[in-house]
């Protein structure tokens, strides 16, 4: 069984500063690996996604991962963040021989500060 | 072009009552997937399509839930006798078929049904 845990449910960060959240994942079979972000009403949106190749993967609105085999984990950072980077954001695992259904992390809330 | 779509985007029902949730894929989207948001909490997997063949119906919490996709393209997810525990946000995704490389690994998701079970 797979298993996703984000570290941090609320982030505080102040306008212009990095953030990073941090994700961590069980599972006994090669994963693939995402990261969605949730505005409030609506529905997720994908921010990046690795599923192999580079360990560094760049995604949407300056966004990047790093894939860690060893230490099975997947933390998502950003340089500067923005007003609008307050959001919800999740991690997220999948395999294909699940159908690739997606297993979700908690969540962590980002709260830009200006 | 068109995103995933659900409707209603809100509902409220009776305890007791039955509901049905529609969600449009986007247009030759091959899989569909349900999955449930209870409030603060990361969504939950509850069913997959793969065209109109449900192939994973592992997550549904009980038999009052059922869900369906009969000509491949638009489903709908029913829920019989709601009870409150039943209130979540009802997110529906699709995707490509994983045979068309990494873009069927991509899941787009629709703005979801808010479910409020009185």
């Known amino acids: 069984a797979q298993s996703v845990t984000q570290l941090d449910s609320q982030v505080p960060v102040f306008e212009e500063a990095p953030v990073e959240l941090r994700c961590n994942y069980s599972s006994s079979v090669s994963v693939y690996l995402f990261w969605y972000v949730q505005y409030p009403n609506q529905g997720l949106q994908l921010l990046l996604k690795y599923l192999s190749g580079s360990t560094l993967v760049k995604g949407i609105n300056g966004f990047e991962a790093e894939f860690n085999k060893s230490q099975t984990s997947f933390h998502l950072r950003k340089p500067s963040v923005h007003i609008s980077d307050t959001a919800e954001y999740f991690c997220a695992v999948s395999d294909q021989a699940a159908g690739n259904k997606l297993t979700f992390g908690g969540g962590t809330r980002v709260l830009v500060k200006p | 072009g068109a995103g995933v779509s659900q409707s209603p985007r809100y509902k409220v029902a009776k305890r007791g009552q039955d509901v049905a949730l529609r969600c449009d894929p986007i247009?030759?989207?091959?899989?569909l997937f349900w999955y449930q948001q209870a409030l603060g909490q990361g969504p939950e997997f509850l069913t997959y399509?793969?065209?109109?063949?449900?192939?994973?119906k592992s997550g549904l919490p009980s038999d009052r839930f059922f869900a369906e996709r009969p000509e491949g393209s638009v489903s709908t997810l029913k829920i019989q006798r709601t009870q409150q525990e039943d209130s979540a946000v009802y997110l529906c995704?699709?995707?490509?078929?994983?045979?068309?490389?990494?873009?069927?690994?991509?899941?787009?998701f629709g703005p979801g049904t808010r479910l409020t079970v009185t």
């Open positions: 399509f793969q065209n109109e063949a449900q192939l994973d």
């Open positions: 995704a699709s995707s490509l078929s994983v045979t068309s490389g990494s873009m069927g690994y991509e899941q787009y």
């Open positions: 247009s030759g989207h091959v899989s």
